[in-house]
């Protein structure tokens, strides 16, 4: 079976990785020459996504397409499943999600719990909503990590409000953010990941690291898990969908984002999980039956980003001493660069033993640096 | 870095599966385009592994030249070594394990225990050790899965014989058969996997399926291990070593044959120890700090043959049957064409629960079977 991938990415890369175990041959597409799929298969192509003729023509040598990344060219995936491509996640889901505006009002037709928003076609509607604050004011299009959102505390704020169609989101009053990715296959049947708890680290305000499972109560978990199956059933999609909640402090539940991918919150159920999300995906796509998505045991993934104040040919300092270390699994995604904040790589730690867990953490954040080569140094 | 591997067989996939989490570049050479590691990796090349032209050839673009079969040129791997290339393992020991007769003798040289043996150049000589029988001949150099070994039960036995340089061996009286993978860095460490059992279907006498940790006791373990590391190290090799063994009726262990490479006896590594024997071997040869051993839940591990009777295009029937289960995992290795008693993957299977285990193991070998495709079905 050929099956085709938009995106060469890192999380096209662990794609390969779990195709491995099937006869299955798997075709990239990246702009990107040095992606980290490149040097991972010899069906390796180069080509713009949002270009609809270079979508179309790497799609149509496929039996199933598939995505790594949502910014894709969607009139081409239209037309391919017109043809009889098997396009999962399909088109209308890909489309709906690549608009965050879409994507709230998705929620709302569908009884989807989400925080209360406003859709703002112009900067000026924003006077009009000043009750609504404290706000995110959140981009349609185009945003993603990060990008093209806006805290909006007062008035004042509206001064940087985006020009494009944007919608205005009231800020949850967050207790924990977690994740729940879940899967759906041609034959309709659906399973979901157990929810993964995002860490934050209270002096940064920054995502320390993901745990899994999360610490949250039998009952959250399982609403948690019900809101991602409901979701997934209502899109119809087939596949897997990474869904990103707040548990507000009062114990409801929000869904803030999804992607209709692998995810960042999923890398740990390589080792950690009897089935992966990757795996997972695959199964999904390809028409096989859902593996069972529970946890083995605690874990816990740290991403491994570009140390600040490097550039250049990457260095990992320390990678010797992590991998000496009982539980831990360095993954890193061949790219040949490192900047600051670039993802390079993520490890994944497991123990049964929640504080030997977290000793564990702190000792690969200390001693794991990803660095640019020192100019006397030999590759490590 | 840039690592060879000789052979590109199922073994050479999984290495490159484990290689996936590292930014190392594996390059594969194997005689057949159509082997599985042809669609695995951009850096697949065809060329005779016994040519000393081909490997010599192949080995210098790398800066380490690995193997997944032994039977590869070893003039070529010494002029490598000579060159600078780190050649793991080490051509003396492949041409060492390459000769039974010279493995046997390393063997007994570092008090390795083993079955008693006499070395047999021309057949008339074994009418001098009638005394030794029942024995197994075995031929020197070339033979491989069975072949090349007979069981002389009684003199009149003799009339098969082989005429190449040869050993007669005293049949041990097994208990079982185990089987201990062991590994060793450049810096010298060593560490063992818990033993393995080679469980036999006693109806037909076959290995019905691998068993992991093997079912002795701890001293036998423990004893077990013992025997790898100081073969290991008698060898001073860096790698892995699979060292498989015959545990006696009187309790005595004697090593029966090794391979210098991932073997058979370690597939279940990948989801049941902490580090697989593939990541392992990578470690080992790549200079970096072995990875924790142990188990992480009972595992056992089914080969996928081609069934009798079905030869030419592959069909999996009950594949879907059997990734429905929960804790088994499927490896299929690509390979197009089935034949009867091809190797055309393995199926893992992890449970806490020993009886579950085999009420598991009983149910993959009833579902999944390889067959070559009818000719009215779609590819499965």
Known sequence: ????????????????????NYPVELHVLDPDPQAPCAAATPYFKTGNLQDEAAVYAFGKQVEVLTIEIENV?????????AEGVKVY??????????????????????????????????PQELYKHEGFLPAFMKVGKGGYDGRGVLLMRTAKDFVHAFEAPSLLEKAADIEKE??????????????????????FDPQLNLVDYLLSPAQ??????????????????????????????????????WVNEVAPRPHNSGHHTIEANYTSQYEQHLRAITGMPLGCPDSRCPAAMVNLL????????VYYRGLKRALARKGVYVHLYGKAETKPGRKMGHVTIIDDNLQSLKASIRYIKEVLKVESRPADSAPA
Do not use: W
């Not at 060219?73 to 391919?80: D, E, I, M, P, T």
């Open 1 to 20: 079976m050929k099956i085709g991938i938009l995106g060469g990415g890192q999380l096209g890369r662990m794609l390969l990785q779990a195709a491995f």
């Open 73 to 81: 060219n969607v009139a081409a995936l239209k037309r391919l499943q």
């Open 89 to 122: 996640p399909q088109p209308e889901v890909i489309e709906t999600i690549q608009d965050k505006r879409r994507q709230k009002q998705f929620f709302e037709e569908h009884q989807i719990p989400t925080a209360p928003f406003v859709l703002i076609d112009y």
């Open 178 to 199: 977690i994740s729940v990715i879940v899967a759906r296959n041609e034959a309709g049947e659906v399973r979901a990941f157990p929810p993964v708890e995002m860490v």
């Open 216 to 253: 949250i109560t039998n009952a959250q978990a399982a609403e948690a898990q019900a809101i991602a199956c409901r979701l997934i059933e209502a899109f119809q999609m087939v596949g897997i969908l990474a869904v990103e909640m707040f548990l507000n402090r009062d114990g409801s539940l």
């Open 306 to 313: 570009g140390e600040a104040g490097h550039q250049g040919a």
